[in-house]
């Protein structure tokens, strides 16, 4: 069974910093594409960045140029750096993994920026 497993959210002042880290387990093969999305009270889930197994990324315009998704060296493992948080910021956030057949999600992490 697939499983991906997020950590690393948490309560930050705006302006502040947050990694988070997204680890996947009971799979053998690689994910094509990984991603953040992220889901605030009251609103539809969104895509936050994505990346491919070649490096290809492609993130939201709210986030460009303060977050940063990247994938670690071992297989299925998935960062993503916020900085320069913004109170919209706030959500939990989801790590997703996906083949050509079929999308994995994570549990989610809250992330909280105070103003």
């Known amino acids: 069974q697939v499983q991906l497993v997020e950590s690393g959210g948490g309560l930050v002042q705006a302006g502040g910093s947050l990694r988070l880290s997204c680890a996947a387990s009971?799979?053998?093969?690689?994910?094509?594409?990984m991603g953040w999305y992220r889901q605030a009270p009251g609103k539809l889930r969104e895509l936050v960045a994505t990346?491919?197994?070649?490096?290809?990324?492609n993130y939201a315009d709210s986030v460009k140029g303060r977050f940063t998704i990247s994938r670690g060296n071992a297989k299925n493992t998935l960062y993503l750096q916020m900085n320069s948080l913004k109170p919209e910021d706030t959500a939990v956030y989801y790590c997703?993994?996906?083949?050509?057949?079929?999308?994995?999600w994570g549990q989610g992490t809250q992330v909280t920026v105070s103003s």
């Open positions: 990346i491919t197994t070649s490096g290809f990324t």
């Open positions: 997703n993994g996906a083949t050509i057949t079929d999308n994995y």
């Open positions: 009971g799979t053998i093969f690689s994910f094509n594409q």
